[in-house]
């Protein structure tokens, strides 16, 4: 992945489940927020050792606050960043 992409991706909020309505969906993948949300790591104190952990939850982009889950991000190529 470039890095400047990668980079951006870990700077992006990472979400719980206080910040988004746990009944809506990601519009990518359709999974339900609650499931993404179960499926991570929530406590994300413990150490991260990089990329994995940090590309786990729900996020948001700042400019048009759409939420998504961030694996999309990292498996994705985004042609508009
Ligand atoms: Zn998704």
């Known amino acids: 992945m470039d890095e400047g992409i990668s980079r951006l991706i870990y700077s992006l909020p ?3 489940k206080d910040d988004v309505d746990i009944h809506d969906f990601c519009p990518i993948c359709f999974v339900d927020f609650k499931t993404i949300l179960e499926d991570s790591p929530s406590d994300s104190d413990t150490s991260i050792d990089g990329s994995e952990g940090a590309a786990s939850g729900l996020t948001k982009l700042s ?3 759409h939420v998504f889950c961030r694996k ?3 498996s994705f190529s985004f042609p508009f960043l």
Do not use: K, N, V
């Open 14 to 16: 990472t979400l719980t």
């Open 63 to 65: 400019g048009c606050s």
């Open 72 to 74: 999309e991000y990292a």
